[in-house]
């Protein structure tokens, strides 16, 4: 398969989901809720509509898994994983902190990820083997060496309610480590973020495949690293990641660590 051409398509579908959304922006949203605090607006479906899409035009024999529709099988090894809107929540009280994400693997390897934050123009790529890149420029993650002097990012997941303890212990732990922790909402942004150098760090837990897999792709091609919180190459099965420059990556992993501490 040419990675060019699987690249071309994700590009053409991640505008025209993102088309759509800003097209809803300034309108009465019609918000649904999935669970307590998790929603789903009209944006979202009607972005994900317009990429399925245009990736069957392409190949109507891939495997795709969207947030919203689930998993749709195909007969082929490669997989689409498609968050049509990263951000729903922001979106929906008008904040424009919100992106597309898809990401294309074959036999749980990445091979193309795509995040467009069509709000503020910025386009977040890469291809397996040929680098990250923002708006065509080649993207490096940062060199600092210490926590103290890095800015982390995290994300609350939706069943936090019922993980209070857990989560707001290492929330505590990296705060009082580090010059200090971001909340932007949007997991495929902080990776992206990260691949950028504009954060250090970023960790989450119960987060899904749809919310990482670009964003994985993306910092590892920038010459991060990502793990989940036992250090094990992440997958995007995975429930937890710890996306960072590698240079403070074992030390993140021990401040996320609450083991012997409760």
């Known amino acids: 398969m040419d990675l060019n051409h699987l690249k071309a398509v994700a590009l ?6 993102g ?3 800003r097209s809803r922006l300034d309108r009465t949203r019609r918000i649904a809720h999935k669970g307590e605090i998790d929603l789903v607006t009209e944006a979202d479906l ?37 968050d049509p809107l990263d951000g729903t929540t922001n ?13 294309v693997v074959k036999e749980n390897q990445p091979l193309i990820g795509i995040v467009w934050c069509l709000f503020s123009e910025e386009l977040f790529s890469a291809v397996s083997g040929q680098g990250a890149f923002l708006n065509g420029r080649r993207l490096f993650v940062s060199d600092i060496d210490h926590v103290k002097d890095s800015l982390l990012v995290t994300g609350f997941p939706y069943n936090v309610k019922e993980i209070m303890a857990p989560v707001m212990a290492r929330f505590t732990r990296c705060l009082e480590a580090s010059q200090g922790v971001r909340r932007l909402g949007s997991a495929a942004l902080d990776l992206c973020y990260v691949a950028a150098g504009r954060f250090e760090a970023f960790w989450e837990e119960q987060l ?6 670009a964003g994985h792709l993306i910092v590892s ?7 989940n919180f036992d250090n094990r190459p992440f997958e995007p099965e995975m429930k937890s990641i710890l996306a960072s420059n590698g240079r403070i990556h074992n030390r993140m992993l021990d401040l996320l660590d609450l083991k012997g501490t409760e």
């Open 12 to 17: 053409a579908a991640a505008h025209s989901g």
């Open 19 to 21: 088309n759509f959304i």
């Open 46 to 82: 009607g972005s994900e509509k317009r990429i399925i899409e245009t990736i069957r035009a392409s190949f109507p024999g891939h495997t795709i898994l969207s947030e919203e529709q689930g998993l749709t099988a195909g007969c082929t090894g490669y997989q689409w994983i498609i």
């Open 91 to 103: 979106f929906a009280h008008g904040l424009t902190t919100c992106c597309v994400s898809i990401a």
């Open 208 to 213: 899904h495949p749809w919310d990482t897999a």
């Open 221 to 227: 091609e920038a010459g991060g690293q990502v793990t």
